[in-house]
């Protein structure tokens, strides 16, 4: 698919204020800087369009932006930030689930992982829950480009193992890097595939 236009269209803290959905809408999350913005900004090949988070945790707002006039990208807050308190951290986590499970043209989600980190918890816990309420998603591994192919699909090999024991499968998974676009028309390939789904 090639990206001809993309403009942010609003931020919101509600689902209910979220554009009209009458177009595949989805959305990449992951802890604070797994590489999002970066991720966002390459695949929409805009330099700015998510800004690159200065200061982690900050960016606490659902973002929409409109792609080639037909469907919705949305930029979610980063999870699992520590320095901000437990009762702010537990509402913003209650608004990303309320998106994700309300959200009715919400068609996939991406969740983001750094290609160098073991399994976290935060993020184990996160992909569970979204398994529990049937949200579907995809596992994106970012920053490739910082480890040698060989590393890299030892991590891989190494992150699916530890998996495999709790989860049945191992969610389908993409490796990506924003440096040199690693993943780029994978993943643009799987978002084209659900928006024509959607037209059936
Ligand atoms: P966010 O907080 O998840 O939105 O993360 P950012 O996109 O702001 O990236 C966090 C840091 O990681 C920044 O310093 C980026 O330059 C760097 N970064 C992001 N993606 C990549 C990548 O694919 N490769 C490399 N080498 N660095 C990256």
């Known amino acids: 698919m090639k990206i001809t236009e993309a403009i942010f269209v609003q931020s919101n803290t509600e689902y209910q204020k979220c554009p009209t959905p009458d177009r595949p809408e989805y959305a990449f999350i992951g802890r604070s800087n797994v590489g999002k913005s970066s991720l966002i900004n390459s695949i929409v090949q805009k330099k700015d369009l998510a800004k690159t988070s200065q200061t982690p945790g900050k960016t606490q707002l659902i973002n929409h932006f409109l792609i080639n006039k037909s ?17 702010e951290r537990e509402k913003f986590e209650q608004m990303i689930f309320d998106y994700l499970h309300y959200r009715e043209n919400l068609k996939c989600t991406f969740v983001l992982i750094d290609i160098r980190h073991d399994p976290q918890k935060v993020d184990t816990e996160f992909m569970a829950k979204l398994a529990e309420s049937n949200i579907p998603f995809y596992i994106v591994f970012t920053k490739a480009d910082k480890l040698s192919k060989t590393a890299a699909l030892k991590n891989l090999e190494s992150y699916t193992t530890k ?21 780029r028309e994978e993943i643009l390939k799987a978002i084209e595939e659900l928006n024509l789904e959607s037209k059936a």
């Open 71 to 87: 469907w919705y990208l949305v930029d979610l807050p980063g999870y699992g930030y520590a320095k901000v308190s437990k009762t």
């Open 163 to 183: 998996m495999l024991e709790t989860w049945e499968e191992m969610p389908y998974y993409f490796v990506s890097s924003s440096v040199d676009g690693i993943g």
